[in-house]
C-alpha cells in the first residue's frame, strides 16, 4: 500500500512540474528556438568595429559579438544580391536554382520582370512553417515576384514560407533617389534615347523640307516615321521609370507606397519587426530582418546625417547598428533572449567602384581584395558573421574555420526539429556542432565560388593541416590597369572579354596571405601539385552533382513587362504614400 501511495505521489510531482501541465503552454512551442535573422545589404566586412574598423561607431553589433560567437571566415555563395540571397534561402548554390547569369546580367533587374526563386525551391522558411513557426521578412527581397500576370505572385515570399512580409520586393538603385541618376542598363538607355532623337530628327526634317516644298514626301513615309518616333520613344521611356516601377513598398502582395519614401523607411523597417515580434513572441517565430542600407542609393534618417567621421556611407553604417541595436533591446525587453538565436551578416562584400564628388558610397573590404561582383576574390564574399544565443553559445569565442551563408539553411531546420528533403542536394552545413565548440573543424573541406552560373573560384581546407588553399580560375579584368576594381566599366563582368583565364590556376593559403597578394608556385610551395590535383577532383565530382534549371537570368526572363508590373491604383497611373502609423496585423 505504501509502496502505491509513493508511486502515485511521485508521478503526480513529475505531472505537475512538467511544462505542458504547468504552463498551459503545447511543449513543441516551448522547446523550438526563436530565429531572428539580420543581413545588412553590401556592406563590407572591414565597415564593423569588432571586424577590424576603428573610426566608424559600431557599439551594438559590436557588442553582439563579444555576447556570442564571430566568425572570421564566413563566406556568402555569389558576390552578388540576388544569387547570394537564393542560395541562403535555399542552402544550395544559386545555379541550382537557374539564378547564375551566362552574360552582363546578373542580377534581377527588373520587378516587372518573370524571373526570380523558382516555386520548385523549399527555403527554410517553407519547412519552419511546416513546423508551427510564424515566418516573417522585413525588408528587402529582389528575388522576384510574378511569372505570368500581375498578381500571381509565384515568386513572392508569402510563397515562399514567409507568412508575412513588409518591405521592398525589389531592391535600392539610385532611380529611387531623385538626383543619383541611373544604374539599370544606363548604356542600352543611352542608346534607346539616341535612336529617338534620330528618328525624331529625321522625321522633323522631312516634314520641314515637305512644308517648304524643297522636297515631295509621300504622306505614308511621314506616318512610318511618326509611328517608329513613338515606339522608340515608348521602348526608351515606358520600362525605364524605374522610379515608379522598381521602387515600392508592399505589406504581404499589397502595394501600399509606389514610389518608395526613402526619408521614413528606417523607422517604418523596425518598427514593423519590432511588431512582429511582439505579435509572435508566445509563439516560435523566426524572422528575417533584410535591411535596404548600405546600397546605393545611400540614404539616411535626419538623425544620424553627419555624425560619422566617414560621411555619408558611415552615417549608413552607424545607422544599421543602431537598427540591430533596437532589435536585440526588442528580445531582451520581451525576454526571449535564451530561446532566441540572433544572427547578424551580410549578403556579399563592399561595393568599392562606387563613389562621387562626394566621396565613397560604397563598403571597405579590410585587408581583403576586391568586392562586390567581382568572383571569387576575397573582398568580395568574406562577410560578417556572428551568432548570439545566451545560454547556449558561449560568449566571446572567435572560430577561423571556413563557413557559409548556406550554412544558415539546415542549421535552421535541425533546431526547429525539421527534416531536410531528400530530393536535392544540399551545398550548407549543420553550424551548430562548431559554434557550439562540439567540433573544431568545418565541415566544408571545399567550398567552391561561383561569378554568375561559372566556377570562378574555390577553396581547400585539407583535414591534416590548418592551411586554406584557395585556387582562382579565371579573375576579373581590373581597369584603368594597376586599379583594385572595375572603376571603368562599373561593375565586374564574369563572361568572356571581361575575365582573364589561369593556367595553372592563381592559387593562394589564405591561412598566410588573407589578402591574396602572392600567387604561390610550384617552387614556394611543396603541396603545390597537391592542391591542383585534389580541387581539381572536387570540382569533377561537384559538377556531377549539378542539374540544368531554367535560367532565371536570361534577357527574355528579366526584361520589363507591363502585365506583371505591381501597381498602387490603376495600371499605368500606379501612385500612392503609405498611411502614416500603419502596420500590418497578420502573423
Not at 505542458?20 to 545588412?40: I, Q
Not at 566586412?45 to 559590436?62: V, Y
Not at 513598398?249 to 526619408?263: A, D, G, H, S
Request: hydrophobic share 40%; with cysteine.
Amino acid at each position: 500500500m505504501d509502496r502505491c501511495l509513493w508511486t502515485f505521489t511521485l508521478e503526480l510531482l513529475i505531472l505537475t512540474a512538467s511544462p505542458k501541465c504547468s504552463t498551459g503552454l503545447n511543449y513543441d512551442n516551448v522547446v523550438k528556438p526563436n530565429f531572428v535573422l539580420m543581413m545588412v545589404d553590401d556592406l563590407g566586412i572591414g565597415d564593423i568595429g569588432c571586424f577590424g574598423n576603428d573610426t566608424i561607431r559600431t557599439p551594438n553589433i559590436d557588442k553582439l559579438a563579444l555576447d556570442g560567437v564571430k566568425l572570421t571566415q564566413h563566406i556568402a555563395a555569389a558576390p552578388l544580391c540576388t544569387p547570394s540571397r537564393a542560395a541562403f534561402m535555399t542552402g544550395r548554390y544559386a545555379l541550382r536554382s537557374g539564378l547564375g547569369a551566362i552574360g552582363r546580367v546578373q542580377v534581377i533587374l527588373f520587378l516587372g520582370a518573370s524571373g526570380g526563386l523558382p516555386t520548385s525551391e523549399t527555403t527554410f522558411a517553407k519547412l519552419l512553417q511546416k513546423e508551427g513557426y510564424a515566418t516573417g521578412i522585413v525588408g528587402k527581397w529582389h528575388l522576384g515576384v510574378n511569372c505570368e500576370s500581375r498578381n500571381d505572385h509565384c515568386h513572392h515570399p508569402n510563397n515562399h514560407g514567409f507568412d508575412y512580409f513588409y518591405g521592398l520586393p525589389f531592391t535600392l538603385f539610385n532611380d529611387c533617389k531623385p538626383g543619383e541618376g541611373s544604374d539599370v542598363l544606363a548604356d542600352i538607355q543611352q542608346k534607346l534615347w539616341n535612336l529617338t532623337l534620330l528618328v525624331g530628327l529625321a522625321l522633323l526634317t522631312l516634314v520641314c523640307v515637305h512644308a517648304a516644298g524643297l522636297l515631295e514626301v509621300s504622306g505614308k513615309i511621314i506616318v512610318l516615321l511618326a509611328l517608329l518616333w513613338f515606339l522608340a520613344f515608348g521602348v526608351w521611356y515606358v520600362p525605364f521609370q524605374l522610379h515608379t516601377w522598381n521602387c515600392i513598398l508592399m505589406r504581404n502582395q499589397e502595394v501600399v507606397e509606389q514610389p518608395i519614401v526613402l526619408e521614413t523607411l528606417t523607422e517604418r523597417l523596425i518598427r514593423e519587426a519590432e511588431q512582429f515580434v511582439e505579435r509572435n513572441q508566445h509563439k516560435p517565430f523566426m524572422l528575417f530582418l533584410s535591411l535596404a542600407h548600405v546600397h546605393t542609393p545611400l540614404f539616411i534618417s535626419k538623425d544620424f546625417a553627419g555624425k560619422s567621421k566617414n560621411g555619408l556611407y558611415g552615417d549608413n553604417v552607424e545607422e544599421v547598428d543602431w537598427m540591430i541595436g533596437r532589435m536585440v533591446n526588442a528580445i531582451e525587453r520581451l525576454n526571449l533572449s535564451d530561446r532566441t538565436l540572433m544572427y547578424f551578416t551580410s549578403d556579399h562584400g563592399g561595393f568599392i567602384e562606387d563613389s562621387d564628388a562626394r566621396g565613397q558610397k560604397g563598403g571597405w573590404n579590410g585587408i581583403y581584395r576586391g568586392g562586390k561582383a567581382m568572383g571569387g576574390w576575397e573582398g568580395g564574399i568574406r562577410v560578417p558573421g556572428i551568432f548570439r544565443w545566451p545560454g547556449r553559445l558561449a560568449a566571446g569565442r572567435v572560430i577561423d574555420e571556413p563557413t557559409s551563408l548556406m550554412d544558415l539553411y539546415p542549421t535552421l531546420v535541425n533546431l526547429a526539429g525539421a527534416e531536410l528533403p531528400k530530393d536535392r542536394i544540399f551545398d550548407g552545413h549543420d553550424l551548430m556542432p562548431l559554434i557550439e565548440g562540439r567540433t573544431e573543424r568545418s565541415e566544408h573541406e571545399f567550398m567552391f565560388h561561383y561569378c554568375g552560373m561559372y566556377l570562378n573560384a574555390a577553396r581547400w581546407h585539407p583535414p591534416d593541416s590548418n592551411a586554406v588553399f584557395k585556387v582562382h580560375f579565371f579573375t576579373p579584368n581590373f581597369s584603368p590597369p594597376g586599379a583594385g576594381g572595375c572603376y571603368d566599366i562599373g561593375i565586374c563582368m564574369c563572361h568572356k572579354g571581361f575575365v582573364t583565364y589561369h593556367n595553372p590556376p592563381l592559387m593562394f593559403d589564405l591561412a598566410v596571405d588573407p589578402s591574396e597578394s602572392t600567387p604561390l608556385t610550384a617552387e614556394t610551395k611543396l603541396r603545390y601539385a597537391e592542391v591542383l590535383q585534389r580541387i581539381r577532383e572536387a570540382v569533377e565530382e561537384h559538377r556531377r552533382t549539378l542539374q540544368p534549371a531554367p535560367n532565371q537570368l536570361s534577357w527574355e526572363n528579366v526584361l520589363w513587362r507591363p502585365w506583371l508590373q505591381p501597381c498602387c491604383g490603376t495600371f499605368p497611373f500606379c501612385s500612392c504614400v503609405e498611411a502614416t502609423g500603419s502596420a500590418g496585423t497578420a502573423a
